[in-house]
């Protein structure tokens, strides 16, 4: 298995379906094996921009198996595994390390959970805090986000942060020694020359080459990438898989516009 963590670019995953709604393993970890043929480190399995609200545990499971197997042995296969109830949530994380999965990445739960029991739970599943990835997206998910101040007081050894705000980033390099992944593509240029660890981007499905660009600080690919995040804003993850669909062949089909 590879490290649970990683440094550079990694891809939150696009999970690929058929016509009728159906998961299609072959061509996602087809997709994933392309974008890490182009550079990528690391491949979010079932994240949010894998639909993962839509997968049942057992679909979860194939997709974590058939990346780790397909994918090369350094490359970091991290999958999500959020919930709504600790107990829940620990059994999936233990699953998708079970499949194969070098690293979790777990949200605070809705309802008032404590963090602490959320994130405890989860990390004793997985074998410890080094596997664990906090996840810090509170507007799209409707769940409460992580607070910078209480990082050193929960049990994860990495953050993802898709908040796409430059002053928390700024925040937290200054003030806490994990590592740190943001999931925003527009703050590439500034948080790789920082030295923030890394990048866990669902705009690389589409553009890889160029976020690894702008993620070494190169400005005229953090500009390119405008158009595609401007789309995505507008007109969701359909925008997105249908870039993705254009440039590559892939599966245009959002399991989230289907009944």
């Known amino acids: 298995m590879a490290e649970p963590t990683f440094e550079g670019v990694g891809i939150a995953l696009l999970t690929q379906f058929t016509q009728d709604g159906a998961v299609d393993v072959a061509g996602t970890i087809d997709h994933a094996r392309r ?35 397909g994918l090369p042995d350094d490359v970091t296969v991290i999958a999500g595994a959020s919930g709504s109830w600790p107990r829940g949530l620990a059994a999936r994380a233990a699953a998708a390390r079970k499949a194969g999965a070098d690293a979790v990445l777990v949200s605070p739960s809705r309802g008032g959970i404590s963090q602490v029991d959320v994130f405890g739970a989860a990390s004793e599943a997985v074998g410890g805090a080094e596997r664990l990835i906090g996840y810090h997206n509170p507007g799209p998910l409707g ?3 992580i607070e910078v101040d209480s990082l050193s007081k929960l049990p994860f050894g990495a953050i993802k942060d898709s ?15 994990g ?3 943001v999931g925003s593509a527009a703050l590439l240029a500034l948080a790789g020359p920082l030295g923030a660890t ?17 993620w070494d600080g190169d ?19 359909r925008a997105l898989k249908e870039a993705t669909a254009e440039k590559y062949g892939t599966s245009p089909v959002c399991r989230l516009g289907l009944r």
């Open 143 to 145: 769940v409460p986000g």
């Open 219 to 237: 400005a005229k690919a953090q500009r390119s990438l405008t158009d595609i995040m401007l789309a995505v804003r507008k007109h969701g993850l």
């Open 163 to 177: 908040s796409a705000d430059p002053v928390r980033l700024l925040q937290e390099l200054a003030s806490w020694d």
């Open 198 to 214: 890394g990048a866990l981007l669902a705009f690389a499905n589409v553009e890889p080459e160029t976020c690894i660009k702008a």
């Open 35 to 69: 974008l890490t043929d182009a550079g990528a480190r690391s491949i979010l399995v079932a994240g949010t921009t894998g639909e993962a609200e839509t997968l049942d545990d057992d679909e979860r499971v194939a997709l974590i198996a058939a990346a780790r197997e």
């Open 179 to 181: 590592r740190i992944y």
